[in-house]
């Protein structure tokens, strides 16, 4: 009863009171510990606890004894045990300290969602934008269908895009650009050649927006768009008789 009312978010008071009872009891002491503070959790994020700071002291007591290990948990449990720690330090933006114990989540359980994201999240936060990335790319593997894990790995996608560019690595922004396509097949993200043509007309590097924007047509001569960054690339490079017609 108390892990259904945790699930459904229903009744967080009594879900805590009888997982409370639970361990107690010494029944599934492992698996009530981590759903009691994954509750308690929730009654933060649902603003329903009157003391936010004891509320995540208790969630810390919560793992803290379950990674101990005197309730005998299996790897699954420390490992998100750990993945919980690592969001209280997330959560109060102690990102550095969320990554010691979300690393030792993924080496208990490498295919853990939970560990995978959060680990993207805290490296994301911290601006290490190429270190995150491998962990959103995990976290949609492990659910495909997960629009969380889609949205972050996109704007990771995306500003780290810009970061290669303005290096000159454009090798390496073209394979990013040809995974942004791919997140977008039904969007304006037609080709590679037309993102980066559109990334470098607006850092102002017209010749090399020049040289991607006729490759943009050259592969797809269908797309208005691909016409319109040729037209203000010719613009902008003062070409007025080619950027009109």
Same mark, same amino acid.
Not at 73 to 81: L, S, T
Not at 135 to 141: D, G, L, R, S, T
Not at 208 to 232: C, F, S, V
């Given at each position: 009863?108390?892990?259904?009312?945790?699930?459904?978010?229903?009744? %967080?008071?009594?879900?805590?009171?009888? =997982?409370?009872?639970?361990?107690? /009891?010494? +029944?599934?002491?492992?698996?009530?510990?981590?759903?009691?503070?994954?509750?308690? %959790? +929730?009654?933060?994020?649902?603003?329903?606890?009157?003391?936010?700071?004891?509320?995540?002291?208790?969630?810390? @007591?919560?793992?803290?004894?379950?990674?101990?290990?005197?309730? /005998?948990?299996?790897?699954?449990?420390?490992?998100?045990?750990?993945? =919980?720690?690592?969001?209280? +330090?997330?959560?109060?933006?102690?990102?550095?300290?969320?990554?010691?114990? =979300?690393?030792?989540?993924?080496?208990?359980?490498?295919?853990?969602?939970? @560990?995978?994201?959060?680990?993207?999240?805290?490296?994301?936060?911290?601006?290490?934008?190429?270190?995150?990335?491998? &962990? +959103?790319?995990?976290?949609?593997?492990?659910?495909?269908?997960?629009?969380?894990?889609?949205?972050?790995?996109?704007?990771? &996608?995306?500003?780290? %895009?810009?970061?290669?560019?303005?290096?000159?690595?454009?090798?390496?922004? &073209?394979?990013?650009?040809?995974?942004?396509?791919?997140?977008?097949? @039904?969007?304006?993200?037609?080709?590679?050649?037309?993102?980066?043509?559109?990334?470098?007309?607006? #850092?102002?590097?017209?010749? /090399?927006? %020049?040289?991607?924007?006729?490759?943009?047509?050259?592969?797809?001569?269908?797309?208005?768009?691909?016409?319109?960054?040729?037209?203000?690339?010719?613009?902008?490079?003062?070409? #007025?008789?080619?950027?009109?017609?």
């Amino acid at each position: 009863r108390g892990i259904c009312l945790y699930e459904e978010e229903d009744d %967080l008071d009594e879900a805590i009171r009888l =997982l409370s009872w639970c361990i107690e /009891q010494d +029944f599934m002491a492992a698996a009530c510990l981590i759903r009691r503070a994954s509750a308690r %959790l +929730f009654q933060i994020y649902n603003e329903e606890t009157d003391d936010e700071d004891a509320a995540y002291a208790a969630v810390e @007591a919560d793992c803290q004894r379950v990674i101990e290990g005197q309730d /005998q948990p299996c790897d699954d449990q420390r490992a998100e045990a750990y993945n =919980l720690l690592g969001v209280i +330090f997330r959560d109060q933006e102690h990102y550095k300290k969320a990554l010691k114990p =979300l690393a030792a989540a993924l080496e208990l359980d490498g295919n853990s969602y939970n @560990a995978n994201q959060n680990t993207g999240k805290c490296l994301k936060a911290l601006g290490r934008i190429e270190e995150a990335i491998p &962990y +959103f790319e995990k976290a949609a593997q492990i659910e495909p269908t997960d629009e969380h894990s889609r949205e972050y790995l996109e704007a990771c &996608y995306d500003e780290f %895009l810009d970061r290669l560019i303005k290096k000159r690595r454009l090798d390496e922004a &073209y394979a990013l650009a040809t995974k942004l396509v791919k997140m977008n097949p @039904a969007g304006k993200m037609v080709n590679a050649d037309a993102v980066l043509a559109d990334r470098l007309r607006k #850092l102002k590097r017209q010749d /090399q927006a %020049l040289e991607y924007a006729k490759r943009a047509i050259d592969a797809n001569p269908e797309p208005g768009d691909h016409y319109r960054t040729l037209g203000l690339c010719l613009a902008t490079s003062r070409d #007025l008789d080619g950027a009109i017609a």
